[in-house]
């Protein structure tokens, strides 16, 4: 019967998808079974035919919660951007190897949705001839992206785990992640960020590292990696190869030229990249970036032979799949033409083709370099047998759909939202408290006013910033009164905001990626010159305490998502103590050669 919450078809029995798969049983037996050998997935490729192998190579978005059945406006997207209705069609029509899932193509709805579209996807892909599972991918990275909100588990970001300084939590995050993303379906997800983030000018990168201490990065990333892969049911991805931390241009609307010299890169950019194959990492994401040092052609490392065969290959002794990043980014489509970066990415050793911007011209780009002899079909059995391999080692050879069943037990379990929010507890940074005006008392203290920056929610949690820190105060037994101020308050809303503070006890206010123009820095300024003892809380970069000097306390929770902020709440309550130390350095505003706070820095609370 059909499911009309969603308009897939129930899954089929078992039974019913071991005959879809035509004979693939044979190379895994059971759920269980050991890796198969390459002789029969060789014999698998064999039976491809040339668009079939073009198709596998290709990752695909695709709109709506539907495979079969998605909303109007979705259809319209799919037939405007690609050429089809449905995510089914897309399946049958390029026989893509992979789909991922954005939360703007209204893929991720809720946990039994996601898991529908899942089984949907698999279903559509599995009754074609011949046909494979699809490997559903996606951007869960934790604190300011990711693609699945709540009701699943959300963790504090890279640079908030780096804060805590502990591998225990980096690893605890990857395998329940991992194993909520593997029961929505979900089985390659793109991350840990493995870039080490020694540009506070980064506009792309930022607080999704770990920090900016190589070492560190590397063990974060390790720990990590080793979580996701616990249970062999998600690949997890280190990105972005070779580096991507030290640039001031977001490669997804510039081309960033990195200019470390090549001993450089050896001690900065390539100790995660080398912790993360030790590891055992199963995919890693190619950067849209120019690394002159390690490639002097002009051309992005995507699409750069030197680095990722070179170096990526043959020097770090890397066999895993290489994925490029999204394909519709323009630092990869500014040298060439969109039917040549596919074909230029497949010749330089990349193995999957993300989301290009139109698949049309990407997949005939492919199958036309192969009929006209510039690849080879032997360059492209390379790559698919990469990813069947991969395939067959997350089981989904023999398990490709997932149970509603499963949702319930694995995804937003009340074990795995306390594990995140102790993991939270343990993140956030203490950077200034003077006269020890932390932790506020509610005795004294029991009015207190939220104001501050309320930057849209960034992983489908409640949000805004400020009502979120309101109600986990008032929740910890203040008042608390939330007034969304903005990241660039007008005058008029300044006014409004220090009249409610002349009647709050405290102010705690949220600040985003302050400057030294920022209007977000006169409200601080006039919200001091009331008296009123003012908390700032860092809800994005922690550079901001360089530019609020007056401030006499000062936390860094390294994004402004719920479960960071409710920890923040309780550090300011006293209900915990800070824990975190800065991973990364904060330089002085007026001299930036001179360093603010070392990384390593935080206070604590002094036992009475």
Not at 100 to 125: C, E, K, M, V
Not at 318 to 333: C, F, K, N, P, Q
Not at 400 to 413: F, I, K, L, M
Request: glycine letters at 10%; proline letters at 7%.
């Amino acid at each position: 019967m059909p499911d009309t919450s969603t308009g897939n078809a129930t899954t089929p029995s078992r039974r019913t998808v071991l005959a879809a798969t035509a004979g693939l049983t044979t190379l895994g037996g059971t759920a269980h079974a050991a890796t198969p050998d390459d002789k029969k997935l060789r014999a698998l490729i064999a039976r491809m035919t040339l668009p079939e192998k073009v198709g596998q190579l290709f990752v695909m978005r695709v709109y709506g919660h539907s495979a079969t059945a998605p909303d109007q406006a979705d259809i319209d997207a799919n037939l405007k951007e690609i050429g089809v209705r449905t995510a089914a069609d897309l399946v049958a029509r390029y026989r893509v190897g992979g789909i991922i899932y954005f939360t703007w193509a209204h893929n991720t709805r809720d946990p039994h949705q996601i898991a529908d579209l899942s089984n949907g996807i698999q279903q559509a892909s599995l009754t074609q001839p011949r046909g494979l599972p699809v490997l559903i991918s996606t951007d869960q990275e934790h604190g300011i992206v990711c693609r699945v909100g709540e009701p699943a588990t959300l963790f504090p970001g890279a640079m908030a785990i780096g804060a805590g300084g502990s591998r225990t939590d980096a690893r605890t995050l990857g395998r329940i992640a991992g194993r909520e993303l593997a029961a929505l379906g979900i089985r390659q997800n793109y991350s840990p960020v493995a870039d080490v983030n020694v540009n506070p000018a980064n506009p792309v990168i930022g607080v999704r590292s770990f920090g900016a201490d190589p070492a560190a990065v590397a063990g974060m990333v390790a720990a990590e990696v080793a979580g996701y892969q616990h249970a062999r049911q998600l690949a997890a991805t280190a990105k972005h190869f070779p580096g991507h931390g030290d640039t001031a241009v977001d490669s997804h609307y510039g081309f960033p030229v990195i200019t470390h010299t090549r001993e450089q890169w050896e001690s900065l950019d390539a100790p995660p990249f080398r912790a993360a194959v030790r590891a055992g990492i199963d995919s890693i994401m190619t950067a849209h970036i120019m690394v002159p040092a390690l490639d002097d052609s002009g051309d992005p490392a995507t699409l750069s032979r030197p680095i990722l065969t070179g170096i990526l290959r043959e020097e770090l002794g890397y066999d895993g799949l290489v994925v490029t990043d999204s394909l519709g980014m323009e630092g990869v489509r500014t040298k060439y033409g969109d039917d040549r970066v596919p074909v230029l990415a497949l010749k330089a050793g990349v193995d999957q083709l993300l989301n290009p911007p139109s698949l049309d011209i990407a997949w005939n780009a492919v199958l036309k370099a192969v009929q006209g002899g510039e690849l080879t079909e032997a360059r492209l059995d390379e790559s698919i047998l990469r990813i069947l391999r991969l395939k067959a080692k997350l089981r989904l050879l023999d398990e490709p759909y997932v149970s509603q069943g499963g949702v319930d037990r694995h995804v937003g379990t009340p074990s795995h939202l306390r594990a995140a929010d102790r993991i939270a507890e343990r993140t956030t940074t203490l950077l200034v408290n003077e006269g020890s005006l932390l932790p506020l008392s509610r005795r004294t203290h029991p009015k207190v006013l939220v104001v501050g920056a309320d930057p849209a929610s960034p992983s489908g949690t409640t949000g805004p910033p400020t009502g979120v820190l309101a109600a986990a105060l008032t929740e910890l037994g203040f008042t608390a009164t939330a007034l969304s101020t903005g990241t660039a308050p007008s005058a008029a809303t300044i006014a409004r905001a220090v009249t409610a503070a002349r009647e709050a006890d405290a102010v705690v206010v949220g600040t985003y990626n302050v400057t030294a123009s920022s209007a977000q820095k006169a409200l601080v300024q006039q919200l001091l010159a009331t008296g009123r003892p003012v908390v700032a809380v860092a809800i994005r970069n922690p550079y901001d305490v360089a530019q609020l000097p007056g401030v006499r306390a000062f936390l860094a929770s390294y994004s402004w998502t719920d479960v960071e902020l409710r920890a923040a709440a309780r550090v300011i309550a006293g209900r915990v103590a800070p824990r975190g130390k800065l991973p990364v350095p904060v330089q002085r505003a007026d001299d930036p050669s001179r360093v603010l706070f070392p990384v390593g820095h935080g206070l604590s609370y002094r036992r009475g």
